[in-house]
């Protein structure tokens, strides 16, 4: 993992670089995502800041516009979740994928080699220079099954 300091530093050098002022709404939007471990819309991105900094505002619009900003210079991934917008995490965290659940919404990491190699087998049997991957699995968690299969037990029962 990436230490914060070094990414402030990113953050200031891109800024003047694109002649953007660097402001501390900017920072506390960097310092979410590094500091709260997992996936976060930029609405959850607010009330997490807006709850830890009060004295502070940080308008939504602020926030899409620095995640962008974020993810366009590799600071910051995105899952899509299509018309649900897009959940964000710090870049620059040694690659993973991921699962994810359509019920509840969490979000796992995992890594996994054999996956690793075999997408690399793929991209070179279609002869294709393959430069990153996403992977996301979708489906239905262990914990939102267990609850589904509690409340078809529950309804049988009162039958």
Not at 30 to 59: M, Y
Not at 62 to 80: F, H, K, V
């Amino acid at each position: 993992m990436v230490d914060y300091s070094f990414l402030l530093e990113e953050l200031k050098r891109i800024l003047k670089e694109k002649q953007l002022k660097f402001t501390r709404q900017r920072e506390l939007v960097l310092k979410a995502l590094f500091e709260n471990e997992g996936h976060f819309s930029p609405e959850e991105l607010h009330r997490l800041i807006q709850k830890k900094n009060p004295d502070t505002r940080v308008g939504i619009a602020t926030i899409y516009r620095t995640l962008t900003l974020l993810e366009e210079e590799g600071l910051a991934d995105s899952i899509s979740f299509g018309k649900e917008g897009k959940r964000y995490e710090i870049g620059l965290k040694k690659h993973h994928d991921h699962l994810i659940c359509t019920h509840c919404g969490k979000i796992i990491e995992f890594f996994d080699e054999t996956i690793e190699k075999r997408q690399e087998e793929v991209a070179r049997r279609f002869d294709f220079q393959m430069t990153d991957h996403a992977m996301k699995i979708i489906g239905i968690c262990k914990e939102c099954r267990e609850r589904e299969a509690g409340n078809q037990t529950n309804t049988q029962e009162n039958h």
